[in-house]
């Protein structure tokens, strides 16, 4: 079955800091997709970034870059130089192949990071 | 754009009562999703549904039972809402493997 964990119940930066936000998985397929989704303190849940098993690429965006490794079934996400308005919980999640397609879509259980100015 | 709407935003319920939150989404998604959020426990997966006319259970379905008998719409029963049902309940789709659109949620407390 698939599992998203997220270790790191809350993280505390002070401004400018780097964080890096832990995502471990478990699946037995060798296709499925990851994502990570921010959640400020108003509630709605914001996509940051997909990607798929066949690519372990790095990716940067900003300040936001992505490092994933199948090696280690981890795919965890690093905030550079770390901003009040980054405080939020950031969740990881699964997404694997079912037969039909992918169709289940688990969450981890989130971490909450709070940047202090 | 509306994209996903969830009605109702806010409910009180008592305990014992019935209610149906809907969640209407615009985009023609095959897939639909409902969660619930509890402190601590993150996002877990009620049931979802792959297509119009199917369901499937996910993490915690007890308690709850779904229905999609149109693409758009995607609802979730409380038939005998329990006081451990208190929480924000979010929906989802999504049209295959990209992201999931959420809703804005709603916050339900049964007493």
């Known amino acids: 079955a698939q599992k998203v964990t997220q270790a790191q119940t809350e993280i505390s930066v002070v401004e400018k800091e780097d964080v890096t936000l832990d995502c471990v998985y478990e699946?037995?397929?060798?296709?499925?997709?990851l994502f990570w989704y921010k959640q400020p303190p108003s509630g709605e849940l914001v996509f940051l970034i997909r990607r798929n098993s066949f690519d372990e690429q790095n990716e940067i965006s900003g300040r936001y870059s992505w490092n994933f490794q199948k090696s280690t079934s981890s795919f965890n996400f690093t905030i550079t130089a770390s901003q009040v308005v980054d405080s939020a919980v950031y969740f990881c999640a699964l997404s694997e192949w079912g037969n039909t397609g992918f169709q289940k879509l688990v969450f981890g259980t989130g971490t909450r990071l709070l940047v202090s100015p | 754009n509306a994209g996903v709407t969830q009605t109702p935003k806010f409910r009180v319920l008592k305990t014992g009562q019935s209610m149906t939150l809907l969640c209407a989404q615009d985009?023609?998604?095959?897939?639909m999703y409902w969660y619930r959020q509890d402190p601590g426990m993150g996002l877990r997966l009620i049931h979802y549904s792959v297509g119009e006319g199917t369901t499937a259970k996910g993490e915690v379905p007890d308690g709850y039972n779904v229905s999609r008998l149109k693409k758009q719409n995607f609802l979730l029963g409380l038939e005998s809402a329990a006081p451990s049902q208190t929480s924000v309940y979010f929906c989802a789709s999504r049209p295959g493997t990209t992201e999931a659109f959420f809703g804005q949620g709603t916050r339900l407390t049964v007493v």
């Open positions: 699946t037995r397929d060798t296709t499925y997709y």
């Open positions: 985009m023609n998604h095959e897939y």
